[in-house]
């Protein structure tokens, strides 16, 4: 788990989201893309029909949270405020797994736009959400295409950003939205 979790971590913090996809470099915008991927392959996971491609999927979302507690607490808030807290970024969390989930699965690129645009992109609704839903959907489709054996002995790497935005050309289609 270790080597699969380390690497959605650095697909998270990929400089090209943020410099070419118009994710806000903040400690939220990282929280969503660190979402986004984890959110990403846990989709994936649930695909398979197999115990231990479930097991993984639960431990990613365990691991995302006990990183999420490490880095509240490093913000300074204490226990009292915690629990509201990790409730909130639980909900916030799977909501975006089932909206992203969702688009992806009907291939619903305006959907997909919308709801990164309405989370990753903090509700900027003159934000442009093409460079990030393509990205997303890129990813969902490389994850769809790779064994499940690469995820389960965690080297299963992301692309870089950066590659695949930059083979968005000004040809690409837009999604309507």
């Known amino acids: 788990m270790q080597g699969l979790y380390g ?10 989201l943020y410099q070419s996809a118009h994710v806000p470099d903040t400690p939220l915008g990282r ?3 660190l979402a ?9 996971l649930r695909i398979e ?9 639960q431990e990613l979302t365990d691991r995302l949270f006990t990183d999420i507690d490490h880095a509240q607490r490093e913000l300074g808030i204490g226990d009292l ?4 807290r990790m409730k909130a970024m639980g909900k916030m969390y799977y909501g975006r797994l089932d909206a992203y989930g969702a688009a992806l699965d009907k291939g619903d690129g305006s959907g997909l736009a919308s709801a990164l645009r309405r ?7 003159d934000a442009d959400a093409q460079p990030l839903a393509i990205y997303a959907a890129t990813m969902a489709k490389t994850l769809d295409q790779s064994e499940a054996a690469t995820l389960l002995d965690g080297s299963f790497r992301f692309p870089s950003a950066a590659t695949v935005l930059a083979a968005i050309s000004d040809t690409t289609p837009r999604v309507e939205e």
Request: hydrophobic residues 55%; charged residues 20%; negative net charge.
């Open 36 to 44: 986004l991927h984890v959110a990403l392959v846990v989709r994936r």
């Open 49 to 57: 029909d197999d115990n231990a491609c479930q097991e993984l999927a």
């Open 119 to 125: 989370n990753a992109l903090a509700g900027a609704m």
């Open 81 to 84: 405020g915690m629990r509201h």
């Open 7 to 16: 690497a959605i971590v650095a697909a998270g913090r990929d400089a090209g």
């Open 31 to 33: 929280f969503e893309m």
